[in-house]
């Protein structure tokens, strides 16, 4: 049997092991995902353990992302970019890292049929998962790239960051990176291909939702919307954006998303990711 884990601290909370299962069960395949607490500055002792108990692979949250670097033979593209890993496959005792969490979000837009180039994106919050995502996306022929948060000073950031890797040629110079404020979202609508809620606002169990959604009049609605909420599957953002004609899209298919990638890397063969994505998002299943 195939012995996969997730690795972190806290890790009680973590859905991989019910998505892993998901997409192995469409396969048809017998696996053992276990979620392990291993604190930091443990990593050394839990991957001889990994390799004394024959476990295949494992996908890492905090506080283990970049911290397992040092101890891995190669890592992919978007690892290297990133800066971060969130994937290990063990093969012949030696360990490799992988990226999957932007391209997760990727194969969900594109399985809900957009096309990132030449495309204005907007992109409210400037988080852990935006760090990764404003890059992969800047880096696939995006037009116009604006971040909005709260604390401007973190989108300003991430926008840096891009300017960076487009003067060492990492990233295409192609995308023009802007950051503001959340007090004026209006001002940004009207260009907008694809709006992207990746603040935990309207997230169930959180006592937090957008107080005033009327920026979203500014909006085409030709634009897609997309939350990376999962749970609830239709947020008030997206519900508001379905009312007005918007296609929605919620956080599902990126969670799915990069599970198939992954797994794909752990099973070491090409998987038909569009069927098994259409498959396991069919249903608006809470998770
Ligand atoms: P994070 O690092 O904690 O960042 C949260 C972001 O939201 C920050 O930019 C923060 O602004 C903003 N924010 C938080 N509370 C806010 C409020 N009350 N008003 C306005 N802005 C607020 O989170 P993350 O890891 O980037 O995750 C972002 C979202 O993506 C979460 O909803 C998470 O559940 C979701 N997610 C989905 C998937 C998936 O597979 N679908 C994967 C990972 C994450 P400040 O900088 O001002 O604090």
Redesign the pocket.
């Known amino acids: 049997m195939l012995k996969l884990n997730v690795i972190g601290d806290p890790i009680e909370h973590s859905k991989s092991p019910v998505v892993h299962g998901m997409v192995m069960d469409a396969l048809g395949i017998s696996c053992d995902y276990e979620k392990i607490l291993v604190r930091k500055g443990e990593l050394k002792e839990y991957i001889e353990k990994a390799l004394s108990e024959n476990v295949s692979g494992f996908n890492l949250t905090m506080p283990h992302k970049v911290d397992i670097i040092p101890f891995l033979e190669k890592i992919d593209k978007d690892a290297e970019l990133f800066g971060a890993v969130n994937t290990v496959k063990i093969k012949d005792g030696k360990l490799y890292g992988y990226n999957t969490d932007a391209r997760?979000f990727i194969l969900s837009l594109e399985q809900n049929g957009f096309d990132i180039r030449n495309k204005s994106i907007v992109i409210l919050?400037?988080?852990?998962?935006?760090s990764t995502l404003a890059l992969k996306l800047a880096g696939l022929g995006a037009a116009r790239m604006t971040i909005l948060?709260?604390?401007q000073s973190?989108a300003e950031d991430i926008c840096q960051r891009i300017k960076r890797l487009q003067n060492d040629g990492v990233v295409e110079r192609g995308v023009k990176a802007v950051s503001g404020g959340?007090e004026n979202i209006s001002a940004y609508m009207p260009e907008c291909d694809l709006l992207i809620n990746?603040?935990?606002?309207g997230?169930s169990g959180m006592d937090?939702d957008y107080t005033d959604l009327l920026f979203l009049n500014a909006l085409s609605t030709d634009a897609l919307v997309a939350d990376?909420?999962?749970n609830p599957p239709k947020t008030k953002f997206l519900s508001c954006a379905e009312k007005r004609g918007n296609k929605i899209m919620n956080?599902l298919g990126?969670?799915i998303g990069?599970a198939i990638l992954a797994d794909e890397i752990y099973l070491d063969k090409k998987l038909d990711i569009s069927e098994l994505f259409t498959k396991l998002t069919s249903n608006d299943c809470v998770i």
């Open positions: 997760g919050g400037a988080g852990g998962v935006v948060n709260r604390t973190k959340t990746a603040t935990p606002l997230m937090m990376l909420i999962y956080g990126m969670l990069q």
